[in-house]
């Protein structure tokens, strides 16, 4: 399982458009990069996964390097509704999954 | 759709009493569950996880343990609590796959514990 290094905290303000980057220098050859939103007194929440390029669905796009070592999730026009933490994993074939402390996004209006 | 409960919410407990939390799914067969534990302001801990009934792994030695008697049924247990124990405990499931490393999984409301 690829350890993952991410900062602990961001700020931004309403309407930005926000990058959270993670590395993952040791990401083995099955592993998926994925993320993962969580509010307070709340379960986490699946955004985005991704193997390489570029992936993108209705909340986020995430890019993934050819060499894989890190990944960057962007999120278009944060309100302060997207003030939460933003886990970047990667995973084997167990499905087990290993969650940092993760990134605490603070959006200000 | 797929659904996934546990109860109870909140639990406050003394230490060294007895614990029983219990997760249940619906609407999907044969998933892999997993239980969660998120001190506070930290990110979640693996707990167990099982691939099918009465299968059941260890991720970190301590004195809980898990069980799983059905197919959709993950129960959560401790014969005596110790403080450490307080945090949030999170179950959760995924769809059973084979080969592709597929990373999402489902998480539950959650049960606040806080041993006194």
């Known amino acids: 399982l690829a350890k993952t290094t991410q900062p602990i905290s961001m700020d931004s303000y309403e309407g930005q458009e926000v990058n959270i980057t993670c590395s993952h220098n040791?990401?083995?050859?099955?592993?998926?990069i994925t993320w993962y939103q969580q509010f307070p007194s709340q379960g986490p929440r699946f955004i985005i996964q991704?193997?390489?390029t570029k992936v993108t669905n209705e909340v986020a796009s995430l890019f993934i390097p050819a060499d894989r070592k890190s990944s960057t999730l962007s999120l278009p026009r944060v309100s302060l509704s997207d003030t939460a933490v933003y886990y970047c994993?990667?995973?084997?074939?167990?499905?087990?999954?290993?969650f940092g402390t993760g990134t605490l996004l603070a959006v200000q209006p | 759709s797929q659904t996934i409960h546990q109860w109870p919410a909140t639990l406050v407990q003394p230490v060294g009493s007895p614990l029983s939390l219990e997760c249940t799914v619906e609407g999907t067969s044969n998933p892999n569950l997993y239980w969660y534990r998120q001190a506070a302001g930290r990110g979640l801990q693996l707990l167990f996880y099982?691939?099918?009934?009465?299968?059941i792994s260890s991720e970190v030695p301590q004195n809980l343990s898990a069980s799983r008697p059905q197919d959709r049924q993950f129960i959560l247990s401790s014969k005596k609590l110790l403080l450490s124990d307080s945090g949030f405990y999170l179950c959760?499931?995924?769809?059973?796959?084979?080969?592709?490393?597929?990373?999402?999984?489902?998480f539950g409301p959650g049960t606040r514990l806080t041993v006194l």
């Open positions: 959760a499931w995924s769809p059973r796959t084979s080969g592709v490393s597929y990373n999402e999984q489902f």
């Open positions: 099982s691939v099918g009934i009465g299968q």
């Open positions: 994993l990667g995973g084997g074939a167990t499905n087990k999954l290993i």
């Open positions: 040791n990401i083995a050859t099955n592993d998926y």
């Open positions: 991704g193997y390489k």
